[in-house]
């Protein structure tokens, strides 16, 4: 499968042109997105949505206020017990971000292009008392993004933003349900949250309900990496 992204339109629903059959991974928010006619895309096997008709205002979101991002479209792997030999490969899978959790457990997500390789090499790695688990499947993932999202977090979770410093991530509740909230170490603010899929709906309108005062903005995938997400 090629590199380069494949928007999906009225106009061109599929190529015809004939290829072998692959299976499109969603999240599950995609129909959400698809009633907010979100412009979606083929990467890496993933359909994601790349902007909400409007780039340049989900820009300003991100760098003067709210944007509400699903980023679920990334590999993630689940390490437990003596994590520390996995993670010692970390650095050769480019763009993956860590979250320690505790002694004995972290997750890694890891672009989805990256995900194989990064198993490969965190398998090798790992001992005997080691568990390596593709954990793609079970979380969705969301991205607070934009100067607000420390008001947003107060209204979501009992933790203080000012504790969660970039690189830094928690497990804990949000929203009375689970999530794992990691800060990326970006210019704008950027928090990840990763629930389990099954919440995923719940999560995103929740957020927005929560969120109203803030004015939160869904962004795409083009508003975020123009900002240096990765």
């Keep these: 499968m ?3 992204s494949r928007v999906l339109t009225a106009e061109r629903p599929s190529d015809t042109r004939p ?10 928010l995609t129909e959400h997105h698809r009633s907010l006619n979100a412009q979606l895309a083929m990467e890496h096997g993933w359909e994601v949505p790349r902007s909400y008709g409007d780039v340049e205002r989900e820009g300003r979101a991100i760098r003067e206020g709210l944007g509400i991002a699903d980023v679920t479209a990334r590999g993630k792997i689940d390490l437990r017990g003596a994590v520390d030999s996995s993670l010692a490969n970390l650095l050769q899978t480019r763009n993956a971000q860590l979250a320690r959790l505790s002694r004995d457990w972290a997750l890694v997500f890891t672009p989805a292009a990256s995900l194989k390789s990064a198993l490969h090499l ?3 790695a790992a001992d005997r008392s080691t568990m ?7 979380y969705a993932g969301l991205a607070l993004v934009g100067p607000r999202v420390p008001d947003l977090l107060l209204r979501l979770t009992a933790i203080d933003p000012a504790q969660l410093t970039p690189g830094h991530s928690v497990a804990t509740q949000m929203l009375r349900i689970p999530a794992i909230l990691l800060r990326r170490d970006l210019p704008s603010m ?4 990763y629930v389990a899929s099954e919440f995923a709906r719940y999560a995103w309108e929740a957020i927005f309900t929560a969120g109203h005062p803030l004015e939160p ?3 795409g995938w083009d508003a975020l990496r123009a900002e240096g997400w990765r």
């Design 190 to 193: 950027v928090v990840e949250a």
């Design 2 to 4: 090629s590199d380069e």
């Design 122 to 124: 965190m398998e090798q």
């Design 19 to 28: 290829s072998e059959f692959a299976p499109v991974m969603r999240s599950p």
């Design 217 to 219: 903005d869904a962004v």
């Design 132 to 138: 390596v688990t593709d954990a793609t499947s079970i």
